[in-house]
């Protein structure tokens, strides 16, 4: 890193897992030892709304919290800090540069912003106002947007869509859900909005998904069926809309080295897989024992891992963990312990943190036993 780190040591937690497996319902904070010396230094992490963190490999772990960006290259044994935290909603990092959209921006601007300090500053990335009032081919164009939602690939790469209401000029720029190209101008030395498509208004986007600069897929409701719409060239064309399901309608996308295609939700227990694309699609009913999922990554096209919420204190989402071998067909509860997790990482089929608000946990037994990291001692 450019910045000067801060070194600190880590106290060790002892756990005492119960001997139940699979019916074990108990949480694992009930069954740790905590005393008024347990992470000193981590536990800062845990005083702002959230921590963010992910795994570089089985022993490295990147993540922001409590106004800190952190760094552990040995399992949490040493841990480097620097001033810098995360605005929601996160678009992109790769921890040193960071996108966002703020969430607290007035009508329905589309807003971008940036930092290329691990967070300690930011700036304006891109902006353009929800009025539309253009000039094109000599027409007068106005209308409102609203809805954005965006997917960044990159620091300087993604897309965005917006519900588009024409009120002028409605013969050349017509309403429509309009998608835009988020790209770099080495000219102007700045990022600019292109626009890429126009697609019918009354799809409602539930997830938008890339794997690639070519390859990437919307998840639309219409007409009150779930559908996936399919690129290949960048979202100059669009293949569908492809139907999914009218009941049970997920609202998350995933994609397994862009081949194995899955559609879920957090508050239904079936699944959604396609091979092809999302050409056609396999419907398997989850058995959960809570509800649907509400976060999921697979190590490859067979072994995954999901998290289901069973309930919710003051900490965060009190959770199960399950793991399928046959790519997403059959599910098996692993955790000795309920965790707080609503979302997940792992490195390895092995390796994997757990995360909800302000507690982090580790897993290195493939998600039977965790381990408290980053835990708020206030």
């Not at 770099?184 to 539930?206: P, V």
């Not at 559908?227 to 293949?239: C, K």
């Not at 899955?262 to 897989?273: E, P, R, V």
């Not at 098996?332 to 757990?354: C, H, M, P, W």
Request: overall charge negative; charged content about 20%.
């Amino acid at each position: 890193m450019k910045n000067i780190l801060i070194a600190v040591a880590i106290l060790t937690i002892g756990l005492l897992f119960s001997t139940c497996y699979s019916e074990n319902n108990a949480l694992l904070l009930d069954e740790v030892e905590i005393d008024a010396d347990f992470n000193p230094v981590t536990s800062q992490f845990a005083t702002g709304e959230k921590v963010y963190a992910w795994m570089v490999d089985d022993s490295t772990v990147l993540g922001y919290g409590g106004g800190y960006a952190f760094y552990t290259p040995n399992d949490f044994d040493s841990v480097y800090a620097i001033a810098g935290s995360i605005k929601e909603e996160l678009l992109f990092t790769d921890f040193e540069n960071i996108v966002v959209a703020p969430t607290d921006q007035a009508n329905n601007d589309f807003l971008l912003e940036q930092s290329d300090d691990f967070g300690a500053n930011y700036t304006t990335k891109l902006y353009k106002s929800y009025f539309e009032n253009s000039t094109i081919d000599s027409t007068l164009v106005q209308g409102t947007h609203s809805n954005w939602q965006t997917f960044m690939l990159s620091q300087d790469a993604g897309w965005t869509f917006s519900k588009y209401l024409g009120e002028e000029g409605v013969d050349v720029f017509p309403s429509a859900l309009k998608m835009y190209e988020i790209t770099y101008d080495f000219n102007t030395d700045e990022n600019i909005l292109i626009w890429k498509k126009d697609l019918n208004a009354s799809y409602t986007i539930n997830e938008i998904y890339f794997a690639s600069a070519t390859l990437g897929w919307l998840l639309i409701t219409y007409q009150g069926d779930a559908n996936i719409l399919v690129t290949a060239d960048g979202g100059n064309t669009w293949d569908g809309p492809h139907y999914i399901t009218t009941n049970n309608t997920p609202t998350r996308l995933y994609s397994v080295d862009g081949e194995l295609l899955i559609a879920f939700s957090g508050t239904h227990k079936y699944l959604y897989t396609s091979t092809n694309n999302g050409i056609s699609w396999q419907s398997n009913e989850i058995f959960f024992a809570n509800t649907g999922i509400n976060d999921l990554q697979f190590i490859d096209q067979n072994i995954g891992y999901a998290v289901s919420v069973a309930a919710e204190d003051g900490l965060g989402k009190i959770s199960d963990v399950y793991k399928t071998n046959d790519g997403g067909s059959n599910w098996d509860k692993v955790n000795s312990s309920r965790i707080y997790a609503e979302t997940i990482d792992f490195s390895s089929e092995q390796v994997g943190l757990a995360m909800s608000k302000n507690v982090v946990q580790i897993t290195r037994d493939g998600g039977v036993n965790w381990q408290v990291e980053i835990y708020p001692l206030e």
